[in-house]
């Protein structure tokens, strides 16, 4: 096998950009991603204290989720995996090891900082989840769960695009819904109204000089008042947009509980989030990426092992989600706000040659929150990992879809159960994932 560079990942991410692939979803409409049996949709009605806010991250690359928690119960895990895998809780010496989440799974290292967040109840660990589809493209496997259905063509659209499509917002004035702290709108936002891709919201503005800034502004909003919809309620949305995220002090944000966000840009984008939801605005939906999971070699899983690339790519995860979840999930917000955290697949249960791991399919998922029935690992059974019980002789395989999860959280704590449309034939089947 060639040895690949660290974080760089394989061939697809050398043949189309992130930014070209996301920004295929611009330009779709609510018209365009809604069925022709509207009628049996039922707008889901807002009602403070009971819609929780969501905010969505997507791994990229396909994590290696046996290495984020590891089972290390299961024999057949050390076995397959004499270099990378994570130490026993209770092994010997004084070298790094996992931290036990109970009597088979443990957070790996530089997964640690969310711990508290777990001990506390507030954080699930959802394992052995994933897509039904087998795809091991990034792209195809990483659409299909945008979408919220696999191997549909004609399907267009986010799922959580059209849960905003069929709910009433959150406050009836906000001019900004959504947003995707990204360069182009991801696709699971697609389709929604008054959703946009806004990489940095603290520098949000029109395009152009600093000193000429008001007055395009003023000309946007005077040029198309009087244009016909929806084109003038867009440009009265864009100013109002404008400034509505210039007036929120994103550089002079005050965190809470004595949160501290790594300055990465993972850190800053939930800073940017936490900031966003205090202000209650009207943002229901915020969408992040998190890449370079794509782990093919010199993994790195341990800050001992291969230059630790992997560990600290964890470390980035936990420690920006554990200060979001003291800052905000135990923060003071005017709504509740749920988490959640999904991968396009996972990787193949043994380590190859190099000391990575290739595309697999079983993955590990995460929610959290204060109304998730957090504090445990939740599965569908564990499938083992004895090669007679792995899905083509090499991969965990999936026994949960993840849609289980997300159905569940838009149901009962996004409060729409138009889960027909959201998730288009597709029957959930309710796991446990969320509390009264």
């Not at 895990?77 to 004499?82: F, K």
């Not at 791991?357 to 083992?384: Q, S």
């Amino acid at each position: 096998m060639s040895h690949e560079h660290r974080g760089q990942g394989c061939h697809e991410y050398h043949e189309v950009t992130r930014r070209d692939f996301l920004t295929v979803a611009g330009g779709i409409g609510v018209a365009a991603l809604l069925p022709t049996w509207l009628p049996q949709v039922v707008l889901a009605q807002s009602s403070n204290g009971q819609r929780d806010i969501i905010v969505s991250v997507f791994l990229s690359g396909g994590v290696d989720g046996m290495s984020l928690v590891a089972p290390f119960g299961d024999p057949d895990y050390y076995t397959g995996r004499p270099n990378i895998a994570i130490p026993r809780p209770d092994a010997a010496g004084t070298g790094p090891k996992g931290t036990a989440l109970d009597n088979f799974f443990a957070f790996s290292p530089g997964m640690a900082p969310l711990y508290p967040a777990y001990a506390a109840g507030d954080l699930l660990v959802v394992h052995a989840t994933g897509s039904v589809n087998n795809s091991r493209s990034h792209f195809d496997a990483q659409r299909y769960m945008e979408v919220g259905k696999p191997a549909d063509p004609n399907i267009s659209g986010g799922w959580l695009g059209r849960h905003l499509a069929t709910s009433t917002p959150l406050r009836s004035t906000a001019p900004l819904r959504a947003l995707g702290l990204t360069a182009g709108l991801p696709v699971t936002l697609s389709g929604g109204p008054k959703a946009l891709p806004i990489q940095n919201p603290a520098n949000f503005t029109i395009g152009g000089a600093n000193n000429t800034a008001t007055a395009r502004t003023q000309w946007l909003a005077q040029d198309y008042a009087n244009a016909p919809d929806p084109v003038a309620a867009n440009a009265l949305d864009t100013t109002n947009t404008v400034a509505l995220l210039q007036s929120i002090n994103f550089a002079g944000y005050t965190t809470q509980n004595g949160a501290v966000y790594p300055n990465t840009g993972f850190g800053n984008s939930l800073r940017s989030a936490a900031a966003l939801i205090k202000a209650d605005v009207g943002v229901e939906a915020i969408h992040a990426f998190l890449g370079g999971w794509d782990t093919h070699a010199t993994q790195g899983t341990l800050p001992t092992l291969d230059g630790g690339y992997m560990h600290n790519l964890m470390l980035n995860l936990s420690q920006s989600l554990a200060a979001f979840h003291a800052d905000v999930i135990q923060g003071t917000t005017a709504y509740g706000v749920t988490v959640v955290l999904i991968s396009e697949f996972g990787r193949n249960a043994r380590e190859n040659g190099d000391r990575g791991t290739d595309h697999g399919r079983g993955n590990v998922a995460f929610a959290m929150g204060r109304k998730i029935a957090g504090g445990k690992v939740l599965t569908n059974g564990w499938p083992g990992l004895a090669r007679e019980n792995l899905e083509s002789g090499q991969d965990l395989r999936v026994t949960l879809d993840h849609r289980d999860v997300l159905a569940e959280i838009v149901q009962n704590r996004l409060g729409n159960a138009n889960l027909g449309v959201i998730f288009p034939d597709f029957t959930p089947k309710f796991r446990g994932v969320t509390k009264p």
